[in-house]
């Protein structure tokens, strides 16, 4: 009873330390100076990553205590411990600690099968989730709750492992349906649970802007810090750009493509 009681702890506690890590790393990227009162702001907070995993700790602190519920912390916090040790070894010295460099290469060698592990995770711990409700484990809104932390998983900008692992469990699906010896009622509940989780899926479009946009400002980035001296032209229909990197500012030359019109300088502070 004892071993019990102190298991049930251990598991609110690891939600507890997730919800103070997830918090501490959102207010980073969203500092306090930041925060409004409007629907854009809600809208860029649950974007963010972080939000989501301190949503999930929420969630489950009113539930039977499951160790599947444990395992997406366990692995992001495993990535995570392995990088910071990497951070601390290299203060240390390049050669200190071998063994250990080892071990945390074996970590960041499978971080993509992690991540995978992890976004399987979130997608199976759905069905759970209303068995759990049916059977008075949780509470009956816990379901609906759940499915939109699954949601803000799938249309996440920076982790698009979710995403990648429905469209793999949903070729899975097709194809074992797709086989000649599947049973018709196999082959009929497989098909309408495709066509279930895709009605529930988020729009494509939203999803495709997001990343495209999120691609564009990390290509922007990536320019304006590593452009060279002679800088780096690039086109496009209507004005051509001239960026020459400078210590603390950056000049942008843009040049209309008629030829009456003058030069003009726009500084932007980096």
């Known amino acids: 009873m004892c071993v019990l009681e102190y298991a049930s702890a251990a598991f609110y506690k690891a939600l507890l330390a997730n919800a103070a890590t997830s918090a501490l790393r959102l207010h980073q990227r969203i500092p306090a100076r930041e925060i409004r009162v409007s629907r854009e702001f809600v809208s860029r907070f ?131 349906a797709a086989r000649p010896n599947v049973p018709a009622p196999l082959r009929s509940a497989l098909l309408s649970g495709v066509n279930l989780v895709c009605s529930m899926a988020p729009p494509v479009e939203q999803v495709q802007q997001n990343r495209t946009r999120n691609q564009n400002e990390d290509q922007g980035r990536e320019l304006c810090a590593f452009a060279p001296a002679g800088g780096i032209e690039f086109e496009t229909p209507t004005i051509k750009i001239n960026a020459q990197p400078k210590m603390e500012s950056q000049l942008l030359c843009i040049r209309n493509k008629t030829p009456n019109k003058k030069t003009e300088f726009v500084q932007r502070r980096e």
């Open 46 to 176: 649950f974007l963010e990553d972080s939000a989501h995993y301190l949503f999930y700790s929420l969630v489950f602190m009113n539930v039977t205590p499951q160790i599947l519920i444990l395992i997406p912390i366990f692995l992001f916090a495993l990535l995570h411990a392995a990088s910071y040790s990497l951070t601390i070894l290299d203060t240390l010295g390049q050669n200190s600690m071998w063994v250990a460099r080892l071990l945390i290469s074996l970590v960041e060698f499978q971080s993509r099968n992690i991540l995978r592990v992890a976004a399987l995770t979130e997608i199976v711990l759905f069905p759970c989730v209303a068995v759990m409700a049916i059977t008075g484990h949780c509470g009956f809104m816990t379901p609906f709750v759940y499915y939109y932390f699954v949601m803000w998983r799938y249309a996440s900008r920076r982790n698009p492992y979710t995403r990648n692992t429905f469209r793999e469990l949903r070729v899975l699906a097709e194809h074992t």
